[in-house]
């Protein structure tokens, strides 16, 4: 995943995020006061300008903070939200939404809007109360400092290439000794569909001797006209080589078929000159390895070189900056082109069309897969039937529904393949994040991640974005100490944060740990007082102190920085992972880092389960939470008490779970001896041993939701349709455990038992 | 037939009128999705005795309702000849066991009786009217009185 694909995927938050300020910010303005609403606003505005700083998309944060800074003093009570502010605040939305776009498509926005703008939040922040400290941190935006990203080109990212090949023309006058040829190449746009590259069959060219090129862009049409997959610009080539026409076509041997290749020899001297004058053909020296080197390489060349580069040519487009920088700076190499580099330039522009992704609706895709599911289901209970009525195997019929079968399978394939997805992804935007915020905090940070490849539902994963931004921020931001302070300490100056997920009992568990500090505790516990979140002679456990974090409103930074530090931290991400239908937990060490662990569920993601009896009913019990199973014998299961009982195995004890009592499918305990026990482990920790009746094997099974319909039911995880069409339950192995221990399954008012 | 032709003007709603037991009761055409015949459920644990358990319908885990059982009547003991009619209540779509499809109603509001003043807590709760056609006298059943929004409930 390269950077462009990590930047579109945050102008597609951003999106997500402006529509949700703006419905906030309506709603405000109908006189909705809710602190929810406000919340909900400033974080739209804070995610917004977190990314952007990310990106460093310095006009973008600089706009956000002075708006975020305003959207603040709303929320905590400063500022009366009235019409007036709203209106204000509404036009600071669009210009937000602007500077997006401008930010994404190139283009600019209306300075004198959005200073305007600026001046009037800022005015409000300092008005009627006295300015919030951040309000004078608040730098004004840099009238312009545009990054490279967002250099000015119109509207659909392409540009005119003004660029004078004056300055080092006939520099190289090509050596006489060799014969020379002309070879004029067309590529077709089947060549680039089938991988092949222009530029590097012309670099291949340059090897085998020295030669210049012109590159044709006479075909080229109108914006609007062209077709981004077509091909339209053609190259000729004057090549002095000892390999003969033969070691020319050698190098296009694999794109022959999808260009058009003229080779002629030329005749010496009085003939390259007449060509030179005849076709706008110069010689550009030009190294073609730095076509090679990424844009950052070669960003940088250019800007060591810009005076050179400026006298070179008056150029704006940064590829052309380059090649002149390379052209002054690097005569003596070999001979190559500024054709290629805008053929470059403009396969560049033709890239993102390549990885090119549409956002689907989720619903439309579980339909799908719903869909899918039952054709699976149909088709077997097809061939079942085409079995029983017809006993010549060897039909068309049966060849017919073996093919079918294939297909279904395949189709089923393809389709879970769309929903369940690598939290990768995440992983490695979190790399770009923790990176950014090492430079700006100047600490020295290195990210560990493990278990990139735990499949997870694209929900889990969409949603798991933000929240775990969030985390990492605050752990570089707070857990981690300066690295003066680390040595002092003994510790490797350099702090680690480790990102680990695992599938556990039908969850995904995301740990994030950092050798840090780890929380400070007594700091935690003034700041609670001083918010009014405890009062001051609350009796609290390390953990309870730990755990108000999670409460809004709460930082425990000093200062406000443009990373974090709002408070709108760790509250956001418990609400997160909580509406996913998550937990998340804190346990820290002082001195020796913290570790928030979250587990959420694994909606829709297949799951492999065993696929069990009990009391006639068909349940399925998570892999991944079963130890072994095992036969029990009558002498090593041990009555305890009136009617727990304890199995032995291999001399500890560990007591014995009736699944079809503790779920009520049967009234009486059932024989241990008659059934098979499954040794589960939970999230709790501790063995127990279920008892079901029998086992039926093992199987992927596709989650289901029992909420969507019915409600949630104590002891079911959720529910799964098996090959014969029919539902079954999925056990909760953890709350079946819990249940066991005393504390009964708990009974919810729902759908179910009203009434 | 004639009640079909009589009200086919403004304000006139289509229902669909069943079977349980020797009464008949009817919903709003509008809430109900489609009508299929009874299949082996499978059983929740933990659930009320009208909850039959859940089906499969296309993907989607579909409760099973004893509407009977629900009205407070005998639970119904399914056989293949018995119906479901699939409704969609708020925002859930359940299955509601029944005897059988009798018929499909056009009437308009001034068919509709107001319900006698009965003690039962339950009749009040679901019905919404009664209808008499053809001598019949069909209880029109408010599915949102049956399965309130849980939602506003927890």
Same mark, same amino acid.
């Given at each position: 995943?390269?950077?462009n694909?990590?930047?579109?995927?945050?102008?597609q938050?951003?999106?997500?995020?402006?529509?949700?300020?703006?419905?906030?910010?309506?709603?405000?303005?109908?006189?909705?006061?809710?602190?929810?609403?406000?919340?909900?606003?400033?974080?739209?505005?804070?995610?917004?300008?977190g990314?952007?700083?990310?990106?460093?998309?310095?006009?973008?944060?600089?706009?956000?903070?002075?708006?975020?800074?305003?959207?603040d003093?709303?929320?905590?009570?400063?500022?009366?939200?009235?019409?007036?502010?709203?209106?204000?605040?509404?036009?600071?939305?669009?210009?937000?939404?602007?500077?997006?776009?401008?930010?994404?498509?190139?283009?600019?926005?209306?300075?004198?809007?959005?200073?305007?703008?600026?001046?009037?939040?800022?005015?409000?922040?300092?008005?009627e109360?006295?300015?919030?400290?951040?309000?004078?941190?608040?730098p004004?935006?840099?009238?312009?400092?545009?990054?490279?990203?967002?250099?000015p080109?119109?509207?659909?990212g392409?540009?005119?290439?003004?660029?004078?090949?004056?300055?080092?023309?006939?520099?190289?006058?090509?050596?006489?000794?060799?014969?020379?040829?002309?070879?004029?190449?067309?590529?077709?746009?089947?060549?680039?569909?089938?991988?092949?590259?222009?530029?590097?069959?012309?670099?291949?060219?340059?090897?085998?001797?020295?030669?210049?090129?012109?590159?044709?862009t006479?075909?080229?049409?109108?914006?609007?006209?062209?077709?981004?997959?077509?091909?339209?610009?053609?190259?000729?080539?004057?090549?002095?080589?000892?390999?003969?026409?033969?070691?020319?076509?050698?190098?296009?041997?694999?794109?022959?078929w999808?260009c058009?290749?003229?080779?002629?020899?030329?005749?010496?001297?009085?003939?390259?000159?007449?060509?030179?004058?005849?076709?706008?053909?110069?010689?550009?020296p030009?190294?073609?390895?730095?076509?090679? %080197?990424?844009? +950052?390489? !070669?960003? &940088?060349?250019?800007? $060591?070189?810009? #005076?050179?580069?400026?006298? =070179?040519?008056? *150029?704006?487009?940064?590829?052309?900056?380059?090649?002149?920088?390379?052209?002054?700076?690097?005569?003596?190499?070999? %001979?190559?082109? +500024?054709? !290629?580099? &805008?053929?470059?330039? $403009?396969?560049? #522009?033709?890239?993102?069309? =390549?990885?090119? *992704?549409?956002?689907?609706?989720?619903?439309?895709?579980?339909?799908?897969?719903?869909l899918?599911g039952?054709?699976?289901?149909?088709? +077997?209970?097809?061939?079942?039937?085409?079995?029983?009525?017809?006993?010549?195997?060897?039909?068309?019929?049966?060849?017919?529904?073996e093919?079918?079968?294939?297909?279904?399978?395949?189709?089923?394939?393809?389709?879970?393949?769309?929903?369940?997805?690598?939290?990768?992804?995440?992983?490695?935007?979190?790399?770009?994040?923790?990176?950014?915020?090492?430079?700006?905090?100047?600490?020295?940070v290195?990210?560990?991640?493990?278990?990139?490849n735990?499949?997870?539902?694209?929900?889990?994963?969409?949603?798991l974005?933000?929240?775990?931004t969030?985390?990492?921020?605050?752990?570089?931001?707070?857990?981690?100490?300066?690295?003066?302070?680390?040595?002092?300490?003994?510790?490797?100056?350099e702090?680690?944060?480790?990102?680990?997920?695992?599938?556990?009992?039908?969850?995904?568990?995301?740990?994030?740990?950092?050798?840090?500090a780890?929380?400070?505790?007594?700091?935690?516990?003034?700041?609670?007082?001083?918010n009014?979140?405890?009062?001051?002679?609350?009796?609290?456990?390390?953990?309870?102190?730990?755990?108000?974090?999670?409460?809004?409103?709460?930082?425990?930074?000093?200062?406000?920085?443009?990373?974090?530090?709002?408070?709108?931290?760790?509250?956001?991400?418990?609400?997160?992972?909580?509406?996913?239908?998550?937990?998340?937990?804190?346990?820290?060490?002082?001195?020796?880092?913290?570790?928030?662990?979250?587990?959420?569920p694994?909606?829709?993601?297949?799951?492999?389960?065993?696929?069990?009896?009990?009391?006639?009913?068909?349940?399925?019990?998570?892999?991944?939470?079963?130890?072994?199973?095992?036969?029990?014998?009558?002498?090593?299961?041990?009555?305890?008490?009136?009617?727990q009982?304890?199995?032995?195995?291999?001399?500890?004890?560990?007591?014995?779970?009736?699944?079809?009592?503790?779920?009520?499918?049967?009234?009486?305990?059932?024989?241990?001896v008659?059934?098979v026990?499954?040794?589960?482990?939970?999230?709790?920790?501790?063995?127990?041993?279920?008892?079901?009746?029998?086992?039926?094997?093992?199987?992927?099974?596709?989650?289901?939701?029992?909420?969507?319909?019915?409600?949630?039911?104590?002891?079911?995880a959720?529910?799964?349709?098996?090959?014969?069409?029919?539902?079954?339950?999925?056990?909760?192995?953890?709350?079946?455990?819990?249940?066991?221990?005393?504390?009964s399954?708990?009974?919810?008012?729902?759908?179910?038992?009203?009434? | 037939?004639?009640?079909?032709?009589?009200?086919?003007?403004?304000?006139?709603?289509?229902?669909?009128?069943?079977?349980?037991?020797?009464?008949e009761?009817?919903?709003?055409?509008?809430?109900?999705?489609?009508?299929?015949?009874?299949?082996p459920?499978?059983?929740?644990?933990?659930?009320?005795?009208?909850?039959?358990?859940?089906?499969?319908?296309?993907?989607?885990?579909?409760?099973?309702?004893?509407?009977?059982?629900?009205?407070?009547?005998?639970?119904?003991?399914?056989?293949?000849?018995?119906?479901i009619?699939?409704?969609?209540?708020?925002?859930?779509?359940?299955?509601?066991?029944?005897?059988?499809?009798?018929d499909?109603?056009?009437?308009?509001?001034?068919?509709?009786?107001?319900?006698?003043?009965?003690?039962?807590?339950?009749?009040?709760?679901?019905a919404?009217?009664?209808?008499?056609?053809?001598?019949?006298?069909?209880?029109?059943?408010e599915?949102?009185?049956?399965?309130?929004?849980?939602?506003?409930?927890?």
């Open positions: 995943m390269d950077m694909e990590i930047k579109e995927i945050f102008f938050e951003c999106e997500e995020q402006l529509a949700e300020l703006e419905s906030g910010l309506l709603k405000l303005n109908d006189g909705d006061r809710d602190p929810e609403t406000v919340n909900a606003v400033f974080r739209a505005v804070h995610s917004i300008k990314g952007a700083g990310a990106f460093g998309l310095d006009d973008l944060v600089a706009f956000a903070h002075v708006f975020e800074t305003t959207l003093c709303v929320r905590s009570n400063k500022l009366e939200p009235t019409q007036d502010v709203l209106k204000v605040m509404l036009k600071s939305a669009d210009v937000l939404a602007d500077l997006t776009n401008a930010a994404r498509d190139g283009g600019s926005v209306d300075e004198s809007r959005s200073r305007g703008l600026v001046k009037e939040l800022e005015a409000l922040a300092h008005g109360v006295p300015a919030p400290s951040a309000a004078v941190e608040a004004a935006p840099k009238a312009a400092a545009p990054v490279v990203a967002v250099a080109t119109d509207p659909s392409f540009q005119p290439i003004p660029f004078s090949f004056d300055d080092f023309g006939g520099e190289d006058e090509p050596a006489a000794a060799l014969p020379t040829y002309e070879v004029t190449f067309k590529p077709r746009a089947e060549l680039f569909s089938k991988g092949n590259e222009a530029s590097l069959l012309l670099r291949d060219l340059s090897r085998i001797g020295e030669m210049s090129i012109f590159c044709n006479d075909d080229v049409p109108a914006l609007h006209k062209m077709d981004p997959e077509g091909s339209y610009l053609h190259w000729v080539i004057s090549i002095k080589t000892d390999k003969g026409e033969e070691g020319i076509r050698q190098v296009f041997e694999f794109a022959e999808d058009e290749l003229d080779i002629k020899l030329q005749e010496d001297g009085a003939a390259s000159a007449e060509a030179d004058s005849e076709l706008p053909m110069i010689p550009v030009f190294d073609l390895s730095l076509l090679d %080197a990424g844009p +950052a390489v !070669a960003e &940088a060349d250019t800007s $060591a070189d810009v #005076a050179a580069a400026a006298a =070179a040519a008056d *150029t704006a487009s940064n590829v052309m900056q380059m090649a002149g920088a390379a052209a002054r700076g690097e005569k003596k190499e070999s %001979a190559a082109t +500024a054709a !290629a580099a &805008a053929a470059n330039n $403009a396969q560049a #522009a033709n890239n993102p069309s =390549a990885g090119q *992704t549409i956002r689907v609706d989720l619903d439309r895709v579980d339909r799908l897969i719903n899918v039952e054709l699976v289901i149909n088709q +077997a209970m097809l061939s079942q039937s085409v079995i029983e009525n017809d006993n010549n195997g060897t039909s068309s019929i049966n060849m017919g529904l093919e079918l079968q294939q297909l279904t399978r395949e189709i089923q394939d393809s389709v879970m393949a769309i929903r369940a997805q690598p939290v990768k992804p995440v992983f490695q935007r979190m790399a770009r994040t923790v990176r950014e915020i090492a430079d700006i905090t100047g600490k020295s290195r990210l560990v991640t493990e278990g990139e735990t499949e997870v539902d694209k929900t889990v994963i969409d949603k974005a933000e929240p775990l969030h985390m990492i921020r605050n752990a570089v931001d707070h857990g981690l100490e300066m690295p003066e302070k680390r040595v002092a300490l003994g510790k490797n100056p702090g680690t944060v480790k990102l680990t997920a695992k599938h556990r009992s039908g969850r995904i568990v995301i740990e994030l740990t950092d050798d840090g780890g929380i400070n505790r007594e700091k935690v516990r003034q700041k609670a007082i001083a009014d979140l405890i009062s001051a002679d609350a009796n609290l456990t390390d953990e309870e102190i730990d755990n108000l974090i999670f409460h809004a409103g709460f930082s425990t930074a000093d200062k406000v920085s443009d990373l974090s530090g709002r408070g709108v931290g760790m509250d956001v991400v418990k609400r997160s992972i909580q509406a996913l239908g998550g937990r998340i937990s804190i346990s820290s060490k002082p001195g020796q880092g913290s570790t928030f662990s979250m587990s959420l694994l909606t829709l993601a297949v799951l492999d389960g065993m696929v069990v009896t009990v009391a006639g009913q068909t349940l399925v019990v998570p892999l991944t939470a079963i130890v072994e199973t095992l036969q029990p014998e009558a002498s090593s299961i041990h009555s305890f008490g009136a009617t009982r304890l199995i032995s195995i291999r001399n500890s004890f560990c007591p014995l779970v009736d699944v079809g009592r503790i779920l009520n499918f049967r009234a009486m305990q059932a024989n241990p008659e059934g026990a499954l040794l589960v482990e939970s999230e709790g920790g501790g063995q127990r041993a279920l008892m079901v009746d029998a086992i039926q094997g093992q199987r992927q099974v596709v989650i289901k939701s029992l909420e969507a319909n019915y409600t949630h039911v104590p002891g079911i959720a529910a799964t349709i098996l090959g014969d069409g029919r539902v079954a339950l999925i056990l909760d192995v953890d709350a079946v455990v819990a249940a066991s221990r005393g504390q399954l708990k009974q919810e008012m729902s759908l179910a038992s009203v009434g | 037939m004639s009640y079909l032709v009589k009200n086919l003007t403004q304000g006139s709603r289509e229902l669909i009128a069943f079977r349980i037991g020797d009464q009761f009817c919903v709003n055409i509008m809430s109900v999705r489609e009508i299929r015949g009874w299949t459920a499978t059983p929740m644990p933990h659930s009320p005795s009208y909850m039959k358990g859940v089906l499969n319908l296309r993907g989607a885990v579909l409760p099973i309702i004893d509407l009977s059982a629900r009205l407070g009547m005998r639970p119904t003991e399914p056989s293949p000849r018995h119906v009619i699939v409704a969609q209540v708020n925002r859930k779509v359940v299955g509601l066991l029944v005897e059988a499809v009798s499909i109603l056009t009437v308009t509001d001034d068919n509709i009786q107001p319900t006698p003043e009965i003690s039962s807590d339950l009749e009040k709760q679901f919404r009217g009664i209808l008499a056609i053809d001598k019949r006298m069909i209880c029109l059943v599915l949102e009185g049956l399965f309130p929004d849980e939602s506003e409930a927890a």
